[in-house]
């Protein structure tokens, strides 16, 4: 049973297009994470959201929290050749670190 | 480097053998964890530690497969006579403490290739 379904699961466009990245649960997760994993490496946090409803920015990367803190959106303007990756949501559920993770989406950005 | 080491970064064995799994966590970071990655998917969690004891096993697919650590820091994660579905990337990721808030950082991951 997949807990965090991300679409799309496969995503190319071309340089200066706009893109969102959906994440969604039938479950309440306590928290939020988006990740991003390059070939050959460890996926790297970029952002994480708590509050139902909160919004985050990170340079043209904007994430939201559902106000049911049941899913996740991440949009990013201007996409570029270097947004290029395997991006990753995963949620937490309290006391420990464990993360379920998403299945993932991977992002080509064409120049 | 500062960061989560792995080794070896490549393994590949024959069916039926054991492989033994190394992650060198950031030093001082009392959280570990294991998960395993199938090629261009998502993370599945494995096991978490807290210092050398383990409050959440409950990812290890089989009982082929255990996991210890010792004096806090370096892990290892074993997997008994592999099978082919065992083949994926093994990642390990360190954290300060083991709430879902601390940030977790990956070290590389270590491919496992079973034929």
């Known amino acids: 049973t997949q807990l965090l379904e991300q679409s799309p699961q496969f995503l190319s466009i071309q340089e200066g297009e706009n893109l969102t990245v959906y994440c969604n649960s039938s479950?309440?997760?306590?928290?939020l994470q988006w990740y991003r994993q390059e070939p050959g490496e460890g996926p790297v946090l970029l952002v994480t959201?708590?509050?139902?409803?909160e919004v985050k920015k990170l340079k043209r990367l904007t994430f939201q929290f559902g106000d049911a803190r049941k899913d996740s959106s991440l949009h990013i303007t201007a996409a570029q050749p270097g947004d290029t990756g395997l991006y990753l949501c995963a949620g937490g559920r309290g006391n420990t670190g464990k993360l379920i993770f998403g299945q993932g989406t991977t992002l080509q950005v064409k120049p | 480097g500062a960061g989560v080491s792995q080794s070896p970064s490549n393994k590949v064995t024959e069916k039926g053998k054991d492989v033994e799994l190394r992650c060198d966590p950031i030093s001082g970071h009392t959280a570990l964890y294991w998960y395993r990655q199938s090629l261009g998917q998502g993370l599945e969690f494995l096991i978490y530690?807290?210092?050398?004891?383990?409050?959440?096993k409950s990812g290890l697919p089989s009982d082929r497969f255990s996991a210890e650590r010792t004096g806090g820091s370096v892990s290892t994660l074993t997997i008994q006579r592999t099978q082919q579905e065992d083949s994926a990337v093994y990642l390990c990721a360190s954290s300060l403490g083991g709430r879902e808030l601390n940030e977790q950082f990956f070290g590389p991951g270590t491919r496992l290739t079973v034929l």
């Open positions: 959201v708590v509050t139902g409803g």
């Open positions: 479950s309440v997760f306590s928290s």
């Open positions: 530690f807290q210092g050398n004891s383990a409050p959440d």
